[in-house]
């Protein structure tokens, strides 16, 4: 029995390169995995389709030897390659996090003879589990689209992270051009209607917006056909009286659309549905600003003058037309203007005016 050890994971790339494996199992794979082995060399292979793989490599693979050759195990964590007649055991994952220059300390063994067979019959025993675990292409799918919305969730933390930057009048000249624009947010009036969310498009559309038990159970917003609401956009919402005037009992509010479902609520005048997952799920911009009681004020005061931007008001659920987001849009530089006049009008309350 021959055993070659490798103490690092310049070692054990050139392993893999003159092992060329057909068959590996490993907890993760990286977008890159072809820079490591050679997929025509590969037959299949088994990963865990969690958060360390990326989802793009799965795709990859499935491009490269179909579904059936492509297997899954969720809490797989053993890194087996193998080869015509030894096999590579490591600590690596098939990706550049590990086998580039990351800073990783990894080993591997290269064994062969008895203890060759003893692996891949090790190999034999997680492919099976795998099978029995995801039987079929459709239950693989199922698990790839989640692993696909969690690592956009993931990517989007990440950004949120490196740029959150939320902050009050009292830190910045919040409302100087320069700061925000009307192209950073909308503004959107809700009701407390009792609008039903249409569970059987939302089902086909965008299942993971349901729960265990099939119910939908998010903020949403619901719009007309024509607005053109994008998932990935803030919005200002606030709560309209039975007057067609802001209801200032209730603070306006941020929304992020983090899901926009087109037929996906059940009223005729605004079916499309904008869906909120809650403050603790990531975006992919923060938030333009934070809402405190001075902007409350400025925004009812502004916004309930009549005689303007009464495209931005509308007339609630007692409207004869349907209220217009393009509408909305064009009244937002006048709607930002009245704001910062305000501001300027009670400079004195903040501790930094705006200019």
């Known amino acids: 029995m021959a055993v070659t050890f490798h103490k690092n994971s310049t070692e054990i790339r050139r392993a893999l390169a003159r092992l060329r494996p057909s068959r590996i199992a490993v907890a993760y794979i990286g977008a890159d995995w072809k820079d490591f082995i050679n997929p025509n060399d590969l037959t ?3 990963v865990s389709p969690t958060i360390g793989s990326n989802p793009r490599a799965i795709r990859d693979l499935v491009k490269e030897m179909t579904w059936d050759n492509v297997h899954f195990l969720d809490a797989l964590h053993a890194k087996i390659y193998c080869g015509q007649t030894e096999t590579l055991v490591t600590s690596a994952n098939l990706s550049a996090h590990a086998l580039d220059l990351s800073g990783l300390h990894e080993v591997g063994l290269v064994v062969a003879g008895s203890v ?4 891949q019959a090790r190999y034999n025993d997680l492919k099976q589990l795998a099978v029995s675990k995801y039987p079929n292409t459709r239950k693989k799918v ?17 950004g949120m992270k490196r740029n959150r ?3 009050t009048l009292a830190d910045v000249p919040l409302f100087s051009a320069s700061c925000v624009s009307p192209q950073d947010f909308d503004v959107c009036w809700y009701s407390y209607d009792d609008v039903k969310e249409n569970i059987k498009v939302i089902r086909k559309s965008r299942p993971l917006l349901l729960n265990e038990e099939g119910k939908f159970c998010h903020d949403s917003m619901h719009f007309a056909k024509c607005d053109p609401v994008q998932a990935g956009r803030w919005m200002i919402v606030w709560s ?3 007057k067609s005037l802001p209801d200032q009992r209730t603070p306006p509010k941020w929304f992020y659309v983090h ?3 087109p037929g996906g609520a059940t009223e005729k005048r605004y079916p499309n549905l904008a869906t909120y997952l809650g403050k603790d799920e990531p975006t992919a911009t923060p938030q333009p600003f934070q809402i405190d009681d001075s902007f409350t004020k400025a925004f009812y ?3 309930s003058n009549p005689d303007r931007f009464k495209a931005i008001r509308g007339a609630g659920p007692f409207d004869r037309e349907p209220w217009s987001m393009r509408a909305m849009r064009a009244e937002m530089p006048g709607f930002l203007q009245a704001l910062r006049a305000w501001y300027r009008e009670h400079a004195a309350s903040f501790k930094q005016p705006p200019p």
């Open 44 to 46: 299949e292979i088994i």
């Open 116 to 119: 060759s067979r003893q692996a």
């Open 142 to 158: 199922q698990a790839l689209e989640r692993l696909e919305v969690a690592w956009e969730k993931a990517e989007k933390r990440r």
């Open 165 to 167: 930057a939320a902050t």
């Open 240 to 242: 309209i009286s039975t």
């Open 259 to 261: 899901a926009y479902v």
């Open 301 to 303: 005061e502004v916004l």
